[in-house]
C-alpha cells in the first residue's frame, strides 16, 4: 500500500511540474529559440543528478542497458523539439492539450510490450480524450471545416514522440533504474543541442542568453527535470497506462496558466474539449 501512495504522489508530481514547466518552456522558447532551451533543461538536470546517479553507474557497462539509454535519448532530442517548436508556435492551452495524445500512444505500446491489457470502457474513454482533443486543437469551426491553430500539427508529432519516450522511459527505468533512465538520454540530447548550436556559429548568444535569462532558465531546468524523476519512478514498477493517464491531467493547470499569465483566449467548444480530455484522462486513472 505504501507503495501506491508513492506511485500517486509521484504521478501527480510529474503532472503538476509538467504543466508548471511547461509554461516556463513557452516563455524562455519565445525569448531564446527551442533548441537553446532544450540545451540548458539538459545542462541542468544532468548536473543536478549527477550526486544522485554514482552509486548507479555500474550499470552502463551492459551494452543492453546502453543502447536502450543512448535510443532513448535520441529519440528525447527529436521528440522535445518538436514539443517546445509546439509551445513556441501555438498557445499553452491548446497545445498542452493536444499532448494528451501521448496517452493513448503509451498505452498500446504498454499493451504490446508489457501485455498490459485494457477493458471496452477504458477504450471508450480513450476515444473521447481524442474527441476532446479534436475540439481543443480546432480554433473555428465554419460551414463544418475546421480551421487548426498554429503549432497544432508540430504538437501532434511532439506527442506521438512522447508516448514512445513514456514507453521507453518506462522499459530503461525498470530495466536499468529510475535515476539513469533520465540521466542518460539527457546528456545525449543535450550534446546533440550543443553541436547543433555551435554549428550555427550561436555560441556567445548561447552564454549571453544564460546570463540574461538566469532565473527563468534555472526554474525551467530545475522543474523540467523534477517532472521526469516523478514520473521514471512512478512507471518503475507500475501499470504505465494507468500513471500516464494520472500524469494527463496537467493540461488543466496549463489551460489556467495560459488564460491567467498570457491572457489566452480560447472559443467556448475548446473550453468544452479540454474539460472533455482531462475528465476522461481522470477518469480512466480512476477505472484503471
Known sequence: ?????????????????????????????????????????????SIALIPFVINDLHLLFSWTNLILLIILG????????????ALKLAKLSTA???MELELPVTILLAFIFFNESLTGLQWGIIALIFVGILLIATESIKNWKLNLERG??????????????????????????????????????????????????????????????KWLILWMGLVDTAAWICYSFAVFKENIGVVTAITECYPAVAVFLGVWFNKEKNSWH??????????ASIALALLS
Open 1 to 45: 500500500m505504501g507503495l501506491e501512495i508513492f506511485v500517486v504522489f509521484a504521478a501527480f508530481g510529474a503532472m503538476l511540474s509538467w504543466a508548471v514547466g511547461d509554461f516556463l518552456i513557452q516563455k524562455t522558447t519565445r525569448k531564446i529559440g527551442s533548441i537553446e532551451s532544450l540545451a540548458f533543461i539538459g545542462i541542468i538536470g
Open 74 to 85: 535520441a529519440l528525447t532530442f527529436v521528440a522535445a523539439f518538436f514539443d517546445f517548436e
Open 96 to 98: 498542452d492539450t493536444i
Open 152 to 213: 497544432v500539427l508540430i504538437a501532434v508529432l511532439a506527442a506521438i514522440g512522447m508516448g514512445l519516450i513514456n514507453f521507453l522511459t518506462s522499459a530503461s527505468s525498470r530495466t536499468v533504474s529510475p535515476l539513469m533512465a533520465v540521466w542518460i538520454p539527457w546528456i545525449i540530447y543535450t550534446i546533440f543541442c550543443l553541436v547543433l548550436i555551435w554549428k550555427k556559429g550561436e555560441f556567445p548568444k548561447f552564454i549571453k542568453n544564460a546570463s540574461r535569462f
Open 270 to 279: 475548446q473550453y468544452f474539449g479540454a474539460a472533455l480530455a482531462i475528465i
